[in-house]
């Protein structure tokens, strides 16, 4: 009913050598059960645009899309600077993923690491279509369960 993920101290191949065992967030298995759980209607994440849930349901359904589709589980990099939802390992590459449920695509953390690092890949999914923005691809959320194919 709980997946764990884990925060990486580095995000460098492999990812689970870089394990803080001591520091992981829960997701539920199923992105209907926080919703019920804090009883919240559909309208509410349909209709209003500044709904602060949207964000923690948009992770948890990003994350059902991803597990198991990578030989790693996904990863999640958090400092006292700054957060990336989720890391992922496709083979020797590390791939940095955002998960936005609202209409910010702001995301300080994600476009710094971006720049700095320059990853070959740097996915960003949100409720927009298909847009390229340097080095980040931006994908309908629609789509992550498709991310391995589309890499």
């Known amino acids: 009913m709980l997946n764990r993920v884990y925060n990486v101290s580095k ?7 870089f394990n803080r065992l001591d520091q992981f967030k829960l997701f539920l298995f199923d992105t209907g059960l926080p919703k019920h759980m804090a009883g919240i209607d559909n309208s509410a994440i349909l209709l ?11 992770e948890n359904f990003v994350l059902q899309q991803l597990r198991g589709q ?3 589980e996904p990863h999640y990099f958090s ?3 700054s957060e990336i939802d989720f ?11 955002e998960a936005k449920g609202g209409e ?3 995301a300080p953390s994600f476009k710094k690491y971006v720049i700095a690092r320059k990853p070959s890949c740097a996915l960003r999914f949100l409720k927009r279509g298909y847009r390229k923005d340097g080095y980040i691809t931006n994908l309908p959320l629609y789509l992550a369960n498709r991310t391995r194919e589309l890499l």
């Open 48 to 58: 209003k645009t500044d709904y602060q849930f949207k964000g923690a349901l948009t």
């Open 11 to 17: 995000i460098e191949h492999p990812l689970s050598v």
């Open 104 to 106: 910010d695509r702001s």
């Open 70 to 72: 990578f030989e790693v």
């Open 79 to 81: 400092d006292k600077n």
């Open 87 to 97: 890391v992922i390992q496709s083979a020797t590459e590390i791939i940095p993923i």
